[in-house]
T-cell receptor, first 115, second 114 residues
Framework: AQSVTQLDSQVPVFEEAPVELRCNYSSSVSVYLFWYVQYPNQGLQLLLKYLSGSTLVKGINGFEAEFNKSQTSFHLRKPSVHISDTAEYFCAVSEGGGNTDKLIFGTGTRLQVFP | KAGVTQTPRYLIKTRGQQVTLSCSPISGHRSVSWYQQTPGQGLQFLFEYFSETQRNKGNFPGRFSGRQFSNSRSEMNVSTLELGDSALYLC?????????????FGNGTRLTVT
């Protein structure tokens, strides 16, 4: 069975500092990996995704993530955060090869950016 | 282009009642999926519909049901409400499902069961 672990429930950081949000997954089959962001009182917005190919994936708002198969990780990074990046971030996995929107989500990491 | 629209935005119900939530996908999208979000359990997949057929189902009791209409609009129904059903219910749509078809989420319906 697939599962996703987000190692940090909260990450406080000062504005313009770098940040890394950690995500590990487990699956017995090939997977697709995603990062979503959720702002207060809103739905989820896709930041980036890994399907295949280059292990370094660039997304919107300056975020990037690196797929590491040997460590089963898909950590999200941003070199310099802004106040507006304050939100909840979710890592998700779906089973590779299927035409499905069924995603398994991690429990989320709340990023709090301080001025 | 309008996004995914969920109605109502907020809902308060009493234990034992039933509730119907509505989701209008983005025009041209044929796949609609539903998720439940709670502080304790996080985001959990409920079910997915494509062309009026249920394509996938999560691990929820039979009190949770859904359907999709010919215009791709979807509804989910929860019968015999329990306090634990209080949650944000998110609907998402995509053109055909799958990772190459971007998934767009609505802003959710917040259900409170008292």
């Amino acid at each position: 069975a697939q599962s996703v672990t987000q190692l940090d429930s909260q990450v406080p950081v000062f504005e313009e500092a770098p940040v890394e949000l950690r995500c590990n997954y487990s699956s017995s089959v090939s997977v697709y990996l995603f990062w979503y962001v959720q702002y207060p009182n809103q739905g989820l917005q896709l930041l980036l995704k890994y399907l295949s190919g280059s292990t370094l994936v660039k997304g919107i708002n300056g975020f990037e993530a690196e797929f590491n198969k040997s460590q089963t990780s898909f950590h999200l990074r941003k070199p310099s955060v802004h106040i507006s990046d304050t939100a909840e971030y979710f890592c998700a996995v779906s089973e590779g090869g299927g035409n499905t929107d069924k995603l398994i989500f991690g429990t989320g990491t709340r990023l709090q950016v301080f001025p | 282009k309008a996004g995914v629209t969920q109605t109502p935005r907020y809902l308060i119900k009493t234990r034992g009642q039933q509730v119907t939530l509505s989701c209008s996908p983005i025009s041209g999208h044929r796949s609609v999926s539903w998720y439940q979000q709670t502080p304790g359990q996080g985001l959990q997949f409920l079910f997915e519909y494509f062309s009026e057929t249920q394509r996938n189902k999560g691990n929820f009791p039979g009190r949770f049901s859904g359907r999709q209409f010919s215009n791709s609009r979807s509804e989910m129904n929860v019968s015999t409400l329990e306090l634990g059903d209080s949650a944000l219910y998110l609907c998402a749509s995509s053109r055909a499902g799958g990772p190459n078809s971007p998934l767009h989420f609505g802003n959710g319906t917040r259900l409170t069961v008292t």
